[in-house]
């Protein structure tokens, strides 16, 4: 328990205007059909190795992004980062040359789907090792405490990766050292095919810092609105020195947890109910409507946005795969 500790605020639903809703919903849109997009190249054989996709889960990477400041405030996560680093507004032909392996891919086609890297805006990967990113994400907050930039770590990782003993190790150092750190737990319900239930003895990860003196907050991690509300929240925390925060997200993928994944461990029926009443955008949608935004823009929204995904798959396929040589540069940071 938190004892006499002081607790962040109750996060509200954030008032956004109309201007940034669309906002929101045109991000969260350009994520579902990146990977949309992504999922039949991976289907076409022209993605190789694994390839987890962010369908679903959109809201929580846009409401929380949409507060950070880029080149100020860092971002890391693990595997399953293409929507990330879309939210953090990275050119989608580059993420998905990416994919593709390609020469002009923002890892240089080396890094693939697990392992995309943008310095440039702060993004500091994609990590395949489950639970990595958080030890990572932490020193991460220490460089920004360091430096003393003001800068905030936004650290991802899911339920399953919360079960790992470097998390809690984290955990405790954040709160010694008072670091910047945001720990957003993307709750999405089954890890890599196991449920919450049968794999956590306290289900509610928001929990999970309490015996480390860190606050939790659980949020509807399928709505955008309350995403970024408790994003809020949290860097009010954060940045005003009282240290680490954790956020629970509970959110839900639609697809497997990798291409690979048939789903067996979930009901059609399970994932129906939530793909028509809690969908991310589907919500954005309605409440966009009933500020004024009629059914035909948000079409042509769509209509447009379609077009940047087959603009940037072409992109990814007409472009060469790196050259032999590339495979021994960027391994050490100076030359011996």
């Not at 090792?129 to 905030?152: C, N, P, R, W």
């Not at 809020?232 to 956020?247: H, N, T």
């Not at 992109?315 to 100076?334: C, H, I, K, Q, R």
């Amino acid at each position: 328990m938190l004892g006499n500790k002081e607790r962040p605020a109750q996060p509200t639903r954030y008032k956004a205007s109309k201007e940034e809703l669309l906002d929101y919903y045109k991000q969260m849109l350009l994520i579902r059909r990146f990977e949309e997009r992504a999922g039949q190249l991976y289907g076409l054989g022209l993605i190789g190795g694994f390839c987890h996709l962010y369908i679903g889960q959109e809201a929580v990477a846009v409401g929380l992004q949409s507060a950070m400041e880029v080149g100020k405030d860092s971002v890391i996560t693990g595997y399953r980062d293409h929507g990330h680093m879309l939210a953090y507004g990275i050119d989608p032909k580059v993420i998905m040359a990416e994919l593709t392996g390609r020469e002009a891919g923002i890892s240089k086609g080396k890094g693939g789907s697990m392992h995309m890297f943008s310095v440039e805006h702060g993004f500091y990967g994609g990590h395949g090792i489950v639970g990595a990113q958080v030890a990572l994400g932490t020193g991460l907050a220490f460089k920004h405490q360091y430096s003393e930039d003001g800068g905030v770590c936004l650290s991802y990782f899911g339920d399953g990766a919360a079960n790992q003993g470097q998390v809690y190790e984290s955990f405790n150092m954040a709160e010694l050292w008072n670091l910047p750190v945001i720990y957003a737990i993307e709750n999405n319900h089954y890890a890599m095919g196991t449920s919450v239930e049968r794999s956590a003895s306290e289900p509610d990860f928001y929990k999970r810092g309490e015996s480390f003196q860190i606050p939790g907050i659980q949020v509807d991690g399928m709505d955008v609105l309350e995403v970024r509300g408790a994003a809020e929240v949290a860097l009010d925390w954060v940045r005003s020195g009282k240290g680490p925060i954790i956020l629970e997200l509970k959110t839900y993928r639609y697809r497997g947890h990798s291409m690979s994944d048939p789903a067996k461990y979930r009901t059609r029926e399970e994932v129906d109910s939530y793909r028509k009443q809690q969908d991310p955008i589907d919500r954005a949608n309605a409440e966009l409507q009933e500020m004024g935004v009629s059914e035909e823009e948000l079409k042509e929204i769509d209509k447009e946005i379609k077009a940047i995904m087959v603009e940037a798959a072409k992109f990814a396929e007409d472009n060469p795969e790196p050259e032999p040589s590339e495979l021994y540069t960027d391994v050490l940071v100076e030359s011996y």
